[in-house]
């Protein structure tokens, strides 16, 4: 089997007639790279560890990342770009912010956000409290929010606040829940996330008015509660 690195090799790709020092090292690194890689996989070297070993080494030597400006515009052909960089080696990192990149590909512009998401509950079943997850975790309660599902956002808007909550946006994910109890009619639970996110951030003056709206609004529909109304209001 003729090893895949070794189109890597040719002239073309190792050094351009425009170099630079920058470039010629970049260049350098990727030849060692590839020579390495050829000369293991003649050998009989296990193929997938071989895979494994020299995508880490071109990340981490910064190989990869001046080669960045080859990812595809068009959204299908950057589809089949990540999906190489997943099949490399699955459970790293790199695959799944590879994976997230998909989803995101077919959420935000293929118009196709049901394959979108069920990447995203891949990415989080696999490793649920990954940073990637977290992102894909957002994207399912933010659209399950817009879709008017508040029992499913509810649900991933907490999972969301309690797993990842060194995450900026877990303050937004708290007020979505109480947003959420509120559409559901669960008043009860609505004026208790409203109060304990108006007494957690005090100083939320873009979110402030909303909050203390919504908490006046509550004790207005509760019977014997207009004392409370006033004070919010």
């Keep these: 089997m003729r090893c895949p690195m070794l189109k890597f090799l040719s002239p073309r ?23 390495f890689f050829v000369g293991h996989w003649e050998a009989g ?15 981490l030597s910064g190989c990869l ?20 960089i997943y099949k490399l080696n699955p459970e790293s ?16 512009q293929l118009g196709n956000p049901a394959r979108g998401l069920e990447i995203f509950e891949k990415l989080i079943s696999s490793n649920p409290t990954a940073p990637e997850s977290g992102e894909a975790l957002w994207y399912i309660s933010s659209h399950n929010f817009q879709e008017n599902e508040y029992e499913l956002a509810c649900q991933k808007f907490l999972q969301f606040m309690l797993d990842f909550s060194g995450d900026e ?19 009860d639970s609505a004026i208790k996330y409203y109060v ?19 908490i006046g609004t509550v004790y207005a529909n509760q ?10 209001f």
């Design 196 to 214: 304990d996110y108006r007494n957690r951030y005090p100083d939320d003056l873009p979110n402030l008015p909303y909050v203390l709206l919504r």
């Design 65 to 84: 990342f001046h080669f960045s400006n080859s990812i595809p515009l068009d959204p299908r052909q950057r589809i089949s770009y990540y999906a190489d």
């Design 169 to 187: 946006r877990s303050q937004i994910a708290r007020l979505r829940i109480a947003d959420c109890f509120f559409e559901l009619g669960n008043l």
């Design 45 to 59: 070297m296990n193929r997938q560890f071989l895979l494994s070993l020299i995508f880490s080494s071109l990340l």
């Design 13 to 35: 790709r190792v050094r351009s007639k425009h170099s630079n020092p920058e470039s010629d090292e970049k260049a350098a690194c990727l030849l060692t790279c590839c020579l």
């Design 93 to 108: 990192d790199q695959a799944r912010q590879a994976q997230l990149e998909i989803g995101k590909i077919y959420y935000n």
């Design 223 to 232: 019977p014997n509660s207009a004392i409370e109304a006033r004070k919010a």
